[in-house]
């Protein structure tokens, strides 16, 4: 079965500085990646989705991932981090024979300090 | 989560009781679907449904039931059965149920579920 791993349930940055935010799937096969972030109460917001076009995918508000086949990795990253980038994110494959479900990561909550 | 109306916001259930959360959407997509989400732990598939009148079960069905009688209308019910209720629920909606690179899931607001 496919799994995503996100590494680090929380990360801490200060303001400006880089977020990197880690994942890993297991796939023999290259699946749609996904990247959604969660505010407090709220659904999910699609940041970033994989192309085969590109391995560097640019998101919203600046984010963006980088697919790496030979380490089945799909990381996260932002060059400043800002205060309204606090937040859960969420990692999501999409696999090719299970009728677009998505299965998800256990989240990484990002703090910024200001 | 334009398009996609989940309610009540919150919700608390009493021992034994059967709840129902209601997720509602106008995007005319045919694939509909619902998440729970507990800290720490991610958002797991409890059903889903690609087309009216059909649905299957996700991974963690047990103690629920869904019904798929209208495209708009995907309502989820929380059972006496389902011992451990309390979460934070999701339902999300995309344009098909293939795993297209096009088929983007929109996600609702979702309904936070209690037990008295």
């Known amino acids: 079965a496919q799994s995503v791993t996100q590494l680090g349930s929380h990360v801490s940055v200060s303001e400006g500085a880089l977020v990197l935010l880690r994942c890993n799937y297991s796939?023999?096969?290259?699946?749609?990646l996904f990247w959604y972030v969660q505010y407090p109460n709220q659904g999910l917001q699609l940041l970033l989705k994989?192309?085969?076009?590109?391995?560097l995918v640019k998101g919203i508000n600046g984010f963006e991932a980088e697919f790496k086949k030979s380490e089945t990795s799909f990381h996260l990253t932002k060059p400043s981090a800002h205060m309204s980038d606090a937040a859960e994110y969420f990692c999501?494959?999409?696999?090719?024979?299970?009728?677009?479900?998505?299965?998800f990561g256990q989240g990484t909550e990002l703090s910024v300090k200001p | 989560d334009g398009g996609i109306t989940q309610s009540p916001k919150y919700l608390f259930r009493k021992e034994g009781q059967n709840v129902t959360l209601s997720c509602e959407q106008n995007?005319?997509?045919?694939?509909m679907y619902w998440y729970r989400q507990d800290p720490g732990q991610g958002l797991r598939l409890i059903y889903y449904?690609?087309?009216?009148?059909?649905?299957q079960k996700g991974d963690i069905a047990e103690g629920y039931s869904v019904s798929r009688e209208k495209k708009e209308s995907f309502p989820l019910t929380v059972t006496s059965a389902q011992k451990n209720p309390t979460a934070f629920y999701l339902c999300?909606?995309?344009?098909?149920?293939?795993?297209?690179?096009?088929?983007?899931?929109?996600f609702g607001a979702g309904t936070r579920l209690s037990v008295l």
């Open positions: 999300a909606t995309s344009r098909q149920a293939s795993p297209t690179l096009k088929n983007i899931q929109y």
């Open positions: 796939s023999s096969v290259p699946p749609y």
């Open positions: 994989y192309t085969s076009a590109a391995t």
């Open positions: 999501a494959v999409s696999p090719y024979n299970q009728g677009g479900k998505l299965i």
């Open positions: 995007l005319n997509h045919d694939a």
């Open positions: 449904s690609q087309i009216v009148n059909d649905f």
